[in-house]
């Protein structure tokens, strides 16, 4: 049962109190109707924001694979060039 349902179940039972009491009672609930209104839209935009940052992660963790795959690439064709530039050296002297 959500929060905003025994709010209104709460209601419900206010009307039972003795008058003087209702009043009282009924400011508590609305008071906390409110606050579980913000802590609802607070839940809701912290859910938002850990969908954003999951989807930078999984974003980050892709881009990282793809500079550690060129950094491997860019060594390989390093040492191939440094290889072909000795022969070429050894073949003018």
Do not use: G, W
């Not at 839209?41 to 963790?61: K, P, S, V, W």
């Not at 881009?63 to 690439?73: G, H, I, P, Q």
């Amino acid at each position: 049962m959500q929060l905003s349902e025994n709010i209104a179940l709460l209601a419900q039972y206010a009307k039972q109190l003795p008058s003087d009491a209702q009043s009282s009672f009924q400011q508590t609930l609305e008071a906390l109707s409110e606050r579980c209104e913000k802590l609802e839209q607070r839940r809701e935009r912290d859910e938002q924001t850990l969908r954003f940052i999951q989807f930078a992660l999984e974003n980050l963790r892709v881009d990282a694979k793809y500079l550690s795959f060129d950094l491997e690439a860019t060594r390989r064709e390093n040492v191939r060039l440094n290889q072909l530039l000795e022969t070429f050296l050894n073949n003018e002297r």
